[in-house]
């Protein structure tokens, strides 16, 4: 993928503001009295496990879905009161929707070419269509392509017209709904990279939708974490990472996943396996950390390390992580490790966060 020439458009990312926004379908509520803030220009990320109303809030930003309650604002703007076809946005749904009867240039200038039908007068010129086709021909690697129908193309050949469709329009709104998931893991990390690289030269604000919470971190500037049909936090992926705001977050986000433990007032404690230390022989843990004693159960090697499951006296289980040029542990080893103090979490009996 190639750098983005500066387009004839200007672009603007918009800023948008949720406010106690609900949708019911029957009696099962999607979205509760959500409140969110999405910067303009961000790469804004939506978490959650299946059922959350992730893609819910999406549909309600595309303007397929309206909320029962509440507010949807766009640069100070009420979007309920703009026809759907009035609103400057793109979207990308998960299996792509490309015209199958449609040649791949036809699939991409489809918006601009609707947009001439409708107005002659002040629509796109078709030299300019033309040139517009080709500069996202270029952007994402479709040159050769533009002939083929969709059924002649690859699942990665066809996230890239999708999204060059949805490009092409330069709205200030792009919405992703999970574009990555039909993809294999090579394709997956060169389309993320195109995102990346897309959302940079554009400057538009992106939301993108995703099951997987490592994508989502490595790709947002803003993480929004969802469950149950309400956002549970939202921040930058290190605050989000770093300081969960609850026991469902800190067991959500991140990979492997958070170490936990029940404590005797009914709340929980937990770690990350990134932040303990082995201790061998004799070596003792530093004043004020966390010692955790277990036993090694399995080990998983990863390429530039192990993952490694213990169990401790109680048989809980705890990951550890070991990485490349360690002596490895092997399962029936004896293992202790110190946890700093400040890499320490702890979640009251409601599973709120405590302390700072």
Known sequence: MTALAPSP???????????????????????????????????????????????????????????DEGRLIADGSDLSTHPLGTRDLAMVFQDYALFPRMSVERNISFGLRLARRHDRRSGPDPRFIDAEVARMADLFGLQGLLRRRPDQLSGGQRQRVALA???????????????LSALDVALRASARAEILRLHRDLGTTLVLVTHDQQEALSMATELVVMNAGRIVQAGTPDQVYRRPASRFV??????????????????????????????????????????????????????????????????????????????????????????????????APDGSRVGG
Request: with cysteine; aromatic share 4%.
């Open 9 to 67: 458009r200007a672009t603007r990312g918009a800023a948008i503001s949720l406010q106690s926004v609900t949708r019911r379908f029957g009696t099962t509520v999607a979205l509760d009295g959500v409140d969110l803030r999405i910067p303009a220009g961000s790469l804004t990320a939506i978490v959650g496990p299946s059922g959350c109303g992730k893609s819910t809030l999406l549909r309600l930003l595309a303007g397929l879905e309206r909320a």
């Open 165 to 179: 469709r949805a490009v092409i329009r330069n709205p200030s709104l792009l919405l992703l709904d999970e574009p």
């Open 250 to 347: 800190a067991g959500f986000v991140g990979a492997p996943a958070m170490n936990l433990f029940a404590t005797p007032d009914g709340g929980t404690r937990g770690w990350r396996p990134h932040d303990a230390r082995l201790l061998r022989g004799g070596a003792l843990a530093a004043p004020g950390s966390l010692e955790v004693a277990g036993v090694v159960d399995v080990c998983e090697y990863t390429g530039s390390g192990q993952e490694i499951i213990c169990r401790d006296a109680e048989g809980v289980p705890f990951t550890l992580v070991q990485h490349e040029g360690e002596e490895w542990l092997r399962a029936g080893d004896a293992v202790r490790v110190e946890v700093p103090a400040a890499a320490v979490h702890d979640f």
